[in-house]
């Protein structure tokens, strides 16, 4: 064929769009729709933080960083990673990305070769496994649909072959709101150690967890950080999904691959949303407990509903989604979320755009006010009624 003829990457063309961001846009022009399908929280970013981004604006602060971010921002995250136990050096082991999503895109590419083969923890967030496809790998898929939503370390060496490069977890999970308990994390770190492969955390929801449940990185474990990239960022706890700022953690020789990357793509992250973020790592934690207390109030209230319509769901231990069986209506999940959204304006994810053991399952996010979401509990109920009666 004539290259001219062939004018799109094979590999772009075969690339589906995202499933997520497919039920966002039938969501534009529908202002009378709940949506309970995309993760943003419904919080405006504290105050201080939006007056700190005004500040340096009016200061014609408008010029590039370094490629790496704000020292004054690595620094303050390497403090806080300290909290969970990790210690990495602000100069050259922290590395500021435009939301976490690109730290997802750069870790790929920069440890990955065509051939590789990933291990994907699933359900998960969409962008896993068509990032590490796109990188060339091998997307091998651990379904966690019959260990609690989450991977254990017994199933993950089952899947290692000689060819296995990485592990790709998240921990509080998008989409079913579980977390790896601390002494799995110990084993799978174990099984990493053993097998010598990479594991990349995504950890953007640690800061979102509930009752005594709390946040422990794989990365915090004896002997880890020489196997560990850690994925984070302000958009969840921060309310910051629009600001476009995240941060990878890993050793030395790691971030001295993806810098580079990183320098070729986005140069750095917006310089106002990078002294935005340092205010609130310093200053802004009584309101991301605010925000925190307000979700678990609303995870308590969607839990029990669902649960009473015969839905049944684990009680998510992070983030801010439900992850709701949706088996006995008789329904897919993919009909499930059409008819919601067609019949009752509602907005709901189904289950498996998140990859394997997501079907019969649709995700629904609860940031969003607590009136919306007993307006559509109550409608998603009387649907889930005429369903059995069917």
Request: hydrophobic share 35%; charged share 20%; net charge negative.
């Amino acid at each position: 064929m004539n290259p001219r003829e062939d004018k799109f990457s094979r590999a772009m063309v075969e690339t589906p769009p995202s499933g997520i961001r497919k039920f966002f846009e039938m969501l534009i022009g529908h202002d009378d729709v709940i949506s309970l399908s995309v993760g943003e929280p419904d919080f405006p970013t504290p105050w201080a933080m939006r007056e700190e981004a005004f500040y340096h604006l009016e200061q014609g602060h408008t010029s590039y960083t370094s490629n790496w971010g704000l020292i004054e921002l690595r620094e303050e995250i390497a403090k806080y990673l300290e909290g969970y136990s990790m210690r990495y050096n602000p100069q050259k082991e922290i590395i500021i990305t435009v939301g976490a999503s690109e730290g997802v895109d750069a870790s790929l590419r920069c440890i990955l070769n065509p051939g590789d083969e990933i291990i994907v923890s699933e359900p998960c967030y969409v962008n896993y496994t068509t990032l590490a496809n796109l990188a060339g790998a091998k997307v091998v898929h651990l379904n966690t649909g019959k260990t609690g939503f989450y991977p254990t370390a017994e199933e993950i060496e089952k899947l290692i072959t000689p060819k296995t490069k990485a592990l790709m977890i998240c921990s509080p999970n998008n989409p079913t709101g579980t977390i790896i308990p601390a002494d799995e994390l110990a084993k799978i770190a174990e099984v990493v150690k053993k097998h010598k492969i990479w594991v990349i955390s995504d950890e953007i929801y640690c800061e979102l967890t509930y009752e005594d449940t709390k946040h422990t990185s794989i990365g915090s474990f004896p002997g880890m950080k020489d196997y560990t990239i850690v994925l984070n960022g302000f958009s969840k706890s921060f309310a910051m999904t629009g600001w476009r700022i995240g941060y990878i953690a890993a050793p030395e020789d790691v971030c001295a691959q993806i810098i580079k990357l990183h320098g070729y793509n986005t140069i750095c992250a917006p310089i106002m949303s990078q002294y935005a973020a340092l205010e609130g790592l310093k200053n802004g934690w009584s309101e991301v407990e605010k925000m925190r207390v307000s979700y678990q109030q609303r995870r308590n209230l969607m839990v029990k509903a669902f649960n009473d319509m015969g839905l049944p769901v684990p009680e998510p231990k992070g983030a801010f989604y439900l992850f709701p069986d949706i088996t006995s209506t008789g329904l897919t999940s993919e009909q499930f979320a059409l008819q919601v959204f067609e019949k009752l304006n509602v907005a709901v994810v189904p289950g498996n755009v998140f990859g394997a053991g997501g079907e019969g399952h649709i995700r629904c996010c609860y940031a969003t006010s607590i009136e919306k979401i007993k307006t559509a509990l109550d409608k998603i109920s009387g649907f889930v009624a005429e369903c059995s009666r069917k």
